[in-house]
Nanobody, 121 residues
Framework: QVQLVESGGGLVQAGGSLRLSCAAS?????MAWFRQAPGKEREFVAG????????YYADSVKGRFTISRDNAKNAVYLQMNSLNVEDTAVYYC?????????????????WGQGTQVTVSS
């Protein structure tokens, strides 16, 4: 069983930055961040394999967001720069609990409760 707790969300002006953190308890594998805006489906944002050797991003955040992990602390991070209004959503941390990359939310076994990110214009 894996428990995930996100933190770091908040209100920021367009062009600003936020850093999300996800603290995990239990063994994790490939980890990812997803987000869900009101009235929209949950979408993939960024993922990272257990070793950190591979990171992968949605086109909409490439060059602006960076995912990283610290396995010694059992934590995953999402550095978000150049935020815009379209980035407003609840952000979720997820553990695939299996090696290898995936963009598909259905392949992720464990989820955090989410943290709200609101970007104002």
């Amino acid at each position: 069983q894996v428990q995930l707790v996100e933190s770091g969300g908040g209100l920021v002006q367009a062009g600003g930055s936020l850093r999300l953190s996800c603290a995990a308890s239990g063994r994790t594998f490939t980890m990812a961040w997803f987000r869900q805006a009101p009235g929209k489906e949950r979408e993939f944002v960024a993922g990272i394999t257990w070793s950190g050797g591979r990171t992968y991003y949605a086109d909409s955040v490439k060059g602006r967001f960076t995912i990283s992990r610290d396995n010694a602390k059992n934590a995953v991070y999402l550095q978000m720069n150049s935020l815009n209004v379209e980035d407003t959503a609840v952000y979720y941390c997820a553990d695939r609990h299996y090696p290898g990359s995936s963009y598909n939310a259905a392949e992720y076994a464990y989820w955090g409760q989410g943290t709200q990110v609101t970007v104002s214009s």
